[in-house]
């Protein structure tokens, strides 16, 4: 499970690629695609998904009871984790033919940690489709470093290592390498050298390319670590190791059950979920009314009778207690890495979890033979809000937040436990089944 994991943290580069990921996943195991645009013809026991602007994906196990009486059991994650964008017309040419980007941060990403690696693009990009309103999406992944941001000398800034604050556009522009004045004449032509690049490595023109949606990620693989490897690091693990072990869950799950599963995967989560792909929109609400509808009849009771029949489990990792920061958290609800998942709590419902969100999630690891812990904030720190109280927005569903504890969240590279990882899919395969 866990080299599966690594894969899929290798392959999912970005939330584009994340989504494509887990579609290959469910189509191999005999999932449906279904599209909003088209009519659903759905049943039960049937198995599909859908996508949002191919970066948030919802698969579903339509359930053999009565949705109205038996509920959906939702698990919700993100596809997106900080990054930086790359802009449009973001060559910056320097002395000595020198190419830099001109990016934007995405979320809000420890800057240091970006520093002197070797970095790769990925996203996808817009050609021409059938008509102006449908232009056509092509993904693309370089799997290759082409880009560093290197940082200066210790020598020009010798107060480096007692703070040093960044500035995103001055400080975090990433250089691609050096031209000739001829290559670089030929590039403007064509678009520029991220359009040339990208369309060189889709083989197609750099003209064909209207726009793109570009991020820089660190290139270095996912790997264990710690004396028995009881650690994995790697880029994006906030929050795509809770993504994919919701869908480790949903494949495993058995094809009959009165209740109807779900694995909802939004996109934005680390901007505010303010979109249309984010938890914020009513995507997931309208999908569950559309199934209860195409199920059971248009009775517009039976949406409330299954919305108050539900549970989501918003999963999204949690920060785990450090052995070099202890005063930064609360004295006795501090998980530690590999205690088992996490019930993430705060007074001022920033996350969705109450005492009887906590009470059944509780229950769901007692039951799958799983330890749990608990987070809460030290009380002179305010928290963020995530996926659950967001999505409670639009429909009101009970719930919990929960994730795995993790150092370094939102740095370039992250650190999870592994026996946390196969714990959370135990309790997620239970919550399904």
């Known amino acids: ?135 056509h999406t092509l993904l693309v992944d370089l799997k290759r470093p082409v880009a560093t941001i290197p940082h200066l000398a210790i020598h020009f800034n010798r107060s480096v290592n007692e703070g040093n604050a960044l500035s995103v556009q001055k400080d975090m522009k990433p250089v691609l390498g050096y031209y000739s004045q001829e290559e670089i004449e030929t590039f403007k032509r064509e678009g520029g050298v991220v359009k040339s690049i990208v369309a060189a490595h889709l083989g197609i023109s750099a003209r064909d390319i209207i726009e793109y949606e570009l991020c820089l990620y660190p290139a270095e693989k996912a790997a264990l670590t710690g004396i028995s490897g009881e650690y994995f690091q790697s880029a994006r693990i906030d929050d795509l190791s809770m993504a994919f ?35 914020a929109s009513p995507v997931l609400r309208d999908a569950m009314d559309r199934i209860v509808r195409i199920i059971e009849g248009d009775d517009p009771q039976n949406t409330y009778m299954a919305v108050a029949n539900s549970f989501m489990i918003s999963a999204d990792d949690a920060h785990a207690w450090h052995p070099n920061y202890n005063e930064k958290y609360d004295p006795t609800n501090h998980p530690v890495i590999g205690g088992g998942p996490v019930i993430k709590i705060n007074a001022n419902c920033k996350y969705m979890t109450d005492a009887q969100g906590a009470a059944v999630f509780s229950e769901l690891c007692d039951r799958a033979g799983v330890r749990c812990q608990y987070f809460v904030n030290h009380a002179d720190v305010a928290g963020g809000s995530t996926l659950g109280n967001i999505s409670s927005s639009q429909f009101d569903i009970r719930g919990v937040d929960m994730g795995n504890a993790i150092w370094a969240m939102h740095s370039a590279r992250e650190t999870a436990g592994v026996t946390d990882h196969i714990d959370t899919v135990k309790v997620f395969n239970l919550f399904y089944q």
């Not at 909802?264 to 680390?270: G, Q, R, S």
Request: glycine residues 10%; hydrophobic residues 40%; proline residues 3%.
């Open 245 to 279: 072990a919701g869908l480790e869950a949903l494949l495993r799950a058995p094809e009959k059950s009165d209740a109807t599963r779900v694995l909802a995967v939004f996109d934005n989560e680390e901007t505010g979920s303010g979109t249309k792909q984010g938890a």
């Open 1 to 135: 499970m866990i080299k599966r994991l690594l894969n899929w943290l290798d392959e999912s580069t970005c939330n584009f690629m994340a989504v494509a990921a887990m579609e290959r996943e469910l189509l191999a195991a005999g999932f449906s695609e279904i599209r909003q645009e088209n009519r659903w013809d759905i049943k039960r026991g049937g198995k599909y998904f859908f996508k949002k602007n191919d970066s948030a994906i919802f698969a579903f196990i339509v359930g053999e009871g009565d949705i109205s009486k038996e509920g959906f059991r939702i698990v919700s994650a993100h596809s997106d984790s900080p990054c930086f964008k790359i802009k449009p017309n973001a060559e910056i040419y320097g002395d000595g033919g020198v190419v830099s980007l001109n990016v934007e941060k995405y979320g809000g990403g420890i800057l240091y940690t970006w520093f002197d690696r070797p970095l790769s693009i990925s996203g996808r990009v817009m050609v021409k489709g059938k008509d102006a309103l449908h232009p």
